[in-house]
């Protein structure tokens, strides 16, 4: 698994540094290097037009001698894409963005669309938080061991077919979800194996945990 800290909420020390010793490569984008630093977490790579990130982190990620690459602030890309694009060159197969939402809405869903680049390229990749999961369904995914999860399903692409549920509250079978009709909102897990399957179209499914619905 590679990880991605970007430059969102500033995640949970704890958190970052748990999901950061699973990791074969922590890439930081921007901001995010201070995240990792302030964790205790070396990140391996940082990438990013460094306009978020305090000169003083800067200077310590040049005297770590942690490989950085810095882009002109006049780009395409966001700072994440670029820490995506990375990982990708780097050969990731499963892929977690931490710090990748926030109170910058157009920022959270930029981040969602990597997820789907991720998928295009065949790649496993979610965006995680200490209380969810937000991921994509394109065929069939299952929940195991999350049982009383809220989770709500929204369609990515403009149109999903052949959603079928099972071991949620409400299970339902070979339906269609459009944008614009956002009825998949706050669904439950029911058993301890929940099943997601989409015949064509991508959805965006969000789980958050028992915890965090009390």
């Known amino acids: 698994m590679f990880l991605i800290v970007s430059g969102g909420d500033a995640p949970d020390s ?45 200077e310590e990620v040049k005297k770590a001698g942690i490989p950085f690459q810095r882009y002109d ?36 869903l930029a981040n969602i669309h990597l997820l789907y680049a991720a998928l295009l390229r065949g790649v496993d990749a979610c965006i995680l938080t200490p209380d969810s999961r937000i991921f994509l369904v394109d065929a069939c ?14 369609p990515l692409t403009a149109v999903v077919r052949g959603i079928s549920l099972s071991g949620f509250r409400w299970d339902i079978e070979e339906a269609s979800m459009e944008i614009g009709n956002p009825y998949g909102i706050s669904n439950k897990v029911c058993s301890d194996e929940a099943r997601i399957q989409v015949r064509e179209g ?13």
């Open 73 to 108: 602030t006049c780009k395409d890309e966001t700072d994440t894409r670029l820490a995506l694009l990375a990982a990708l060159e780097g050969g990731a197969r499963s892929i977690e963005m931490i710090a990748a939402t926030g109170d910058r809405i157009d920022h959270t």
């Open 14 to 58: 704890v958190f970052l540094k748990a999901r950061a010793a699973k990791a074969r490569m922590v890439i930081a984008a921007d901001k995010g290097a201070e995240y990792c630093l302030r964790a205790g977490v070396r990140p391996d790579l940082v990438v990013g037009d460094m306009d978020s990130l305090p000169l003083d982190i800067l």
């Open 202 to 214: 991508t959805l965006v499914a969000v789980i958050y945990s028992p915890a965090f619905q009390d």
């Open 141 to 154: 995914s299952t929940i195991s061991g999350s049982k009383g999860a809220l989770v709500s399903l929204l």
